[in-house]
């Protein structure tokens, strides 16, 4: 009978509990200490998180030197299928708030997703995606948010600066012309569409399925 197993834990800052890595059977599960938002990722159901990464950059892989800012290492999963898109010359930042999520990705988990961290394209930071957003003067032409399990601050709550206007606003700024700013949540928000709207950006909402062609969908903005 598989039950879980805790591999490991790590601080999530400001809130004063873990974010914890369980092994369950042959895969991997993330959740909160205190089981607040649940299971927040599995690698058994990452449909959502692979089209997160796989529909934006397909829609800019035929640009010259394209720029990708993830926030949001998780499983690797989004990584994985944008550079699965992306050419030999592309650039894709990934900022990780959370140190321990980086070094289960260069472990065991990290084989679930093909060790997309140890593709040279790809740059992973030890750092808060808002400070990038606010303070970098580099232009990508797509940014792809998944820090939370929606348009709030779930993980760690100063991440609702993201979703604001304001927030929106640092995101528009960092984009290219004709860039495309993709946004996870587990659940609709038409509120968070609507924020989008008053943040200047044309808008696509996407449901798609967390694993295969049934059960749960979750649902992703495009924000142009």
């Not at 989004?78 to 070094?103: C, H, M, P, S, W």
């Not at 957003?133 to 348009?151: H, R």
């Not at 601050?153 to 495309?180: E, F, M």
């Not at 989008?196 to 694993?211: C, D, I």
Request: charge should be neutral.
């Amino acid at each position: 009978m598989k039950k879980f197993v805790l591999l490991d834990s790590t601080p999530i800052p400001d809130e004063g509990i873990d974010l914890c890595l369980f092994e369950y059977g042959d895969d991997f599960i993330i959740k909160r200490e205190d089981g607040k938002g649940g299971q927040l990722m599995n690698t058994r159901m990452h449909g959502s998180e692979d089209a997160l990464g796989r529909l934006p950059c397909a829609e800019i892989a035929g640009r010259t030197d394209a720029r990708v800012l993830i926030g949001g290492l998780g499983m690797g999963f989004t990584l994985a299928a944008a550079l699965a898109e992306l050419d030999a010359q592309a650039q894709v930042l990934v900022a990780e708030l959370l140190e321990g999520v980086i070094r289960w990705n260069q472990g065991p988990l990290g084989a679930k997703a093909g060790y997309p961290t140890r593709d040279p394209r790809a740059q992973v930071l030890h750092e808060d995606v808002a400070r990038i957003l606010k303070t970098d003067t580099q232009k990508f032409d797509a940014i792809l948010l998944d820090v939370d399990n929606g348009p709030e601050g779930l993980t760690q709550s100063v991440n609702s600066w993201l979703y604001s206007v304001d927030g929106l606003h640092g995101c528009k700024r960092a984009l290219r012309p004709g860039g495309i700013l993709a946004v996870w949540s587990a659940s609709i928000d038409q509120r968070f569409s609507a924020r989008l709207r008053s943040a200047g950006f044309r808008v696509n909402e996407v449901q798609v399925f967390a694993h295969g062609n049934r059960g749960p969908k979750h649902t992703i903005w495009f924000a142009r």
